[in-house]
């Protein structure tokens, strides 16, 4: 019945009256101008942290693509809500990162803690910090302050839990991020090249 | 002639030596010109099809252009941050869909979007009931159920967009799509089914 029903949406449609594209174009460019003087009146402090971040922050496009090509929206949703530091590398890289990112995605309790205890003892890694889903959702709503219905699109359930970490020698990356990935809950890990007083992940 | 090249700035300074008021070089002049063609020439490519989803939520072609031009508006005023990478089709339909959810929110149930079923015997051109039943069958489902549908069969988005869209899982598309395409069959009286 699919194609039945694409065809009567079709249908469904054929009455439009259609409408001036660039007309359209001209007047979002105007309201889209005010509401962005509006924002920057009104939240001058948390307007500065998202200039300072304001670079390729796609839906899709920093999830490192892996081949298997099949990453999970929760994936999808928190590489791309989760901007890289400014100074770190804006794109994911496959070997080399000085830190990394360990998304689980729906893990287990027990999963989440056996990653953990596997990373703790781990000699390759420096720092590490865990990232509760309600931190995840903390940082993610203050990040996306000025985009109120992106935010309210968002669960927090939708949200992935995340290790992050800096690693002592970069050249572990590759093999790291292999092992790890295999990980009963892991969903993904994500490396990125960041200076030494880069926020520990790499990312915001 | 020698022209004048804006320095690249990493993301990090912006906002530090950005002291200039009203002061635009002509570097960044021609980088706002960029910005707008490349913005202008989504709104030609989107527009149509984001108008006509609005149109399958709330059955009023001017709502519907409303409805877009004010999606267009806010992807606008976040252009800077979207334009690069970012998958503008799925973003624009999450907009567009959030305000509708919104519009739903605030106003009573009976006085969605678009009010009452309009009985339609007034409307003449071509054949109004085979293009109206679909639409007022869908306009009997919860605003949920229609936003999969429209998404899925009418734009053909796959459910892992579809999921990113609607911030919930594929899981729950997956259900919300057949539960709704149950109930619209039934609306229909079944003559879905070829």
Redesign the interface.
């Known amino acids: ?2 194609p ?3 065809r ?2 079709e ?7 259609g ?1 001036d ?2 007309e ?6 105007v ?3 005010r ?2 003087q509006r ?1 920057r009146m009104g939240v001058a402090g948390s307007a ?1 942290a ?13 999830t490192v693509r892996d081949g298997g090509g099949g990453a ?3 994936d ?2 928190a590489a ?1 809500m989760r901007p890289p530091a ?2 770190c590398s804006p794109d994911p890289v496959a070997d080399g990162a000085t830190d990394a990112v360990i998304y689980l995605s729906e893990p287990t309790d027990r999963e989440l803690a056996e990653v953990g205890r596997e990373l703790e003892g781990d000699s390759r890694v420096g720092a590490l910090v865990f990232e509760s889903r309600g931190d995840a959702y903390e940082r993610f709503v203050a990040l996306w302050a ?2 109120p ?2 935010v ?4 927090p359930e ?1 949200l992935p839990v995340s290790y992050r970490l800096r690693l002592n020698d970069r050249d572990a990356f590759a093999g790291f991020s292999r092992e790890y990935a295999e990980k009963p809950g892991v969903a993904q890990v994500v490396g990125r090249v960041c200076p030494a007083g880069a926020p520990v992940g790499g990312v915001l | 002639m020698t022209e004048t090249v804006t320095q690249y700035r990493p993301a990090g300074d912006a906002g530090k030596g950005d002291t200039g008021k009203g002061g635009w070089g002509a570097g960044r002049r021609r980088a706002k010109a960029a910005r707008d063609a490349e913005f202008t020439a989504f709104v030609e490519a989107a527009g149509t099809r984001l108008r006509r989803s609005a149109y399958l939520m709330c059955r009023d072609w001017h709502l519907a252009q409303d409805l877009a031009q004010q999606t267009f508006a806010k992807m606008y005023a976040a252009w800077p941050r979207l334009r690069t990478g970012t998958n503008l089709e799925a973003y624009s339909r999450k907009v567009l869909m959030n305000l509708i959810f919104d519009q739903r929110r605030r106003r009573s149930a009976s006085e969605v979007v678009v009010a009452e079923l309009p009985d339609h015997a007034g409307r003449a051109d071509g054949s109004p009931e085979l293009r109206l039943a679909l639409v007022e069958a869908l306009a009997r489902l919860s605003v949920e159920d229609q936003a999969v549908l429209v998404l899925r069969h009418a734009e053909d988005h796959s459910i892992e967009t579809v999921a990113m869209i609607l911030g919930v899982s594929e899981s729950v598309v997956k259900m919300r799509t057949a539960r709704a395409l149950t109930r619209l069959r039934a609306l229909l009286g079944d003559d879905l089914d070829d």
């Open positions: 019945m699919e039945d029903l694409c009567r949406f249908v469904a449609v054929s009455a439009d009256p409408a594209p660039g359209m174009a001209r007047v979002a460019m309201e889209g101008g509401i962005r924002r500065a998202v200039v300072a971040v304001a670079m390729a922050v796609g839906f899709a496009n920093t999970k929206p929760t999808l949703v791309a400014p100074e000025d985009s219905d992106f309210a699109a968002v669960r939708s």
